[in-house]
């Protein structure tokens, strides 16, 4: 069955090319052209992923974004015209899972839809594994809340300020590190293969190995374990990969 993509875009031009360009390569189009109507149709179709873009007449692409967050898990991707948006597209407050500047090539929009529907796969058949079911949030980032501060014992992950605690105290974490610590605590309690943790935590960089995962890992062990050579938060599964106890 082929996967359904909603595309959000009130410029009728732009609109028509991407649902032409998305059909071509086999996926079954849905189009609204402002942020209610796109409520509406993501509501009553569940499509399978969802392309948005940000200036939309009415209620604008970071609202109807951040509504959806709350009722489904679909992956989004965010249409800019502007570099100033970016940060609110990528940052928690909107959670977006991928954002393009316009203008951009249709070919790399769909290079981008396919790796996003890929790794929504990946996560939704080692979720099934796990016998866990996302229903709200991106199943990407699983986020749902935009502020939270997760604890976990003397270790605190301030999602609003990118900032780690131990003790109190903050730590120094390269971006990798911090993305890394999130998407595991996110996780909490589920094994997660290598490969799935460099498809979500480097995704579009395509320069990490499993290896990549490994070192940091051991960086994170170092920073956050009371002794890292017998980590209690950052468990190996052997086998498989990792896991975040708490
Ligand atoms: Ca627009």
Redesign the pocket.
Known sequence: MSDTVLVV???TTLLETLAYNLARQGYEVLTAENGNQALQVAREAQPDLIIL????PGIDGFEVCRILRKEMSVPILM?T?RDEEVERVVGLEVGADDYMTKPFSMRELIARVKALLRRVRLIREELAAQGELTTAGSIVTRTVDTDETMKFGNLEVDLARREVRLDGEPLRLKPKEFELLVFLTRNRGIALSRDLILDRVWSWEHDGSSRTVDVHIRWLREKIEQEPSQARRIITVRGIGYRFDG
């Open positions: 875009e009130d410029e873009d940000v200036m939309l249409l015209a």
